[in-house]
């Protein structure tokens, strides 16, 4: 009786809620944590439509980093829902993703991450501990050696 969803994605929506000009953390991973997002086309997919995203007016992003095989993203939740906006970023990444790799079949994994962040939280903290992913992870002894990050702050 197998299943394709992963055993812990239905604990990750407990609970969840959309609160309009909240931050939001969130962590998303490529399906059997493939590295899909190792190389710079399938990787600026996803930049491409968190920047999107953004132009739409769905959020305000303050930090991520896409790594090759999951997205850490801060931001701040416009007017719209949380689910949405994760919802649409993985659904077109994933078309471009595949398109870009002549493949098919999903990029994501089923679920996500999300932490709402509290208004006395240090978000230069939480974007700088973003961004430091691919140094903590050995894929570059410097940061300005990775293409695949931003901050509001840095």
Not at 58 to 75: A, G, I, K, Q, R
Request: with cysteine.
């Amino acid at each position: 009786m197998g299943s394709t969803t992963q055993p812990h994605s239905q604990a990750l929506r407990r609970g969840r809620v959309s609160l309009q000009h909240h931050v939001y953390l969130i962590t998303t991973c490529t399906q059997q944590r493939l590295p899909l997002l190792s190389s710079w086309p399938p990787a600026r997919c996803v930049v491409k439509e968190m920047q999107a995203l953004e132009q739409d007016g769905w959020v305000s992003s303050l930090s991520y980093v896409v790594m090759p095989d999951h997205l850490h993203w801060l931001f701040v939740l416009e007017y719209t829902e949380l689910g949405a906006v994760v919802r649409r970023l993985k659904g077109r990444s994933a078309r471009a993703i595949n398109g870009y790799l002549n493949r098919r079949g999903p990029v994501w994994q089923p679920g996500y991450h999300d932490r709402a962040l509290r208004g006395e939280e240090d978000l230069r903290s939480i974007a700088r501990y973003i961004v430091a992913n691919p140094l903590r992870a050995g894929l570059v002894d410097n940061i300005g050696q990775y293409p695949l990050w931003d901050a509001k702050w840095l």
